[in-house]
């Protein structure tokens, strides 16, 4: 564990390959650093895309650094957890995040996850930021039908509500009939679903209901 790092001679700490291995076993490994590796933002770096959390260790002024946090989280999306709320109600911040790691949205603030347009722009870059969006919006029928004309993939993370409205599905299938396999059984099997998934994209056939074949 990193405790064990007290113990450490003054040399290993100040190795950088002895500690980003520590770091991969325990992230605040990164707090018994030796102060010129800790104050490196290269390092840091290195250690963030080891183990995300290691963020959380790193000095206050990278932390509070916006341009080393971007530098962080587009590294590695999932560092998003460990910034500070400010930083996590920052637009170009999350979308960083996002780019590197899809799902990076649910570390996001409220303001942005209940934001029409920056879903949407979030959805751009990744359709499975739907699932994170407020639930507000999940259950919103218009903004889903927005949501899957940007990617029909998000289809496959709308609510159950939406997922079953035969609108929101023709909206998918139309941008992609591909997104027909992530329908409800009931719009598999319906024609007019099924006809339009498939002039949209031949192969989507293969994931009609039979009876709709």
């Not at 498939?198 to 056939?205: C, D, E, K, N, T």
């Given at each position: 564990g990193a405790s064990a790092l007290e113990n450490v001679t003054p040399e290993l700490l100040a190795d950088r390959?002895?500690?980003?291995?520590a770091v991969k076993v325990r992230a605040n490994a990164l707090a018994y650093a030796a102060p010129a590796l800790r104050e490196d933002e290269d390092f840091v770096l290195s250690a963030v895309r080891e183990r995300p959390e290691?963020?959380?260790?790193?000095p206050e002024w990278m932390r509070e650094d916006s341009r080393f946090?971007?530098?962080?989280v587009s590294s590695t999306g999932l560092a998003l957890e460990f910034t500070n709320p400010g930083q996590r109600a920052n637009r170009d911040l999350v979308l960083a995040a996002v780019r590197s790691a899809p799902g990076s949205?649910?570390?996001a603030s409220g303001g942005l996850r209940g934001d029409r347009a920056f879903v949407l722009e979030a959805i751009s870059h990744s359709p499975c930021e739907l699932q994170h969006a407020w639930e507000q919006l999940r259950e919103d029928k218009e903004f889903t039908i927005s949501a899957v004309r940007v990617s029909a993939d998000a289809l496959e993370f709308a609510s159950d509500r939406c997922r079953r409205d035969p609108e929101v599905v023709l909206a998918a299938v139309r941008r992609d009939g591909a997104a027909l396999r992530h329908?409800?059984?009931e719009a598999r099997e319906s024609r007019k679903v099924v006809l339009t998934a498939?002039?949209?994209?031949?192969?989507?056939?293969a994931h009609a209901s039979s009876g709709a074949q």
């Open positions: 390959a002895f500690l980003l291995a290691a963020l959380s260790y790193a946090v971007g530098r962080a949205l649910r570390h329908a409800c059984r498939v002039r949209a994209s031949p192969s989507a056939l």
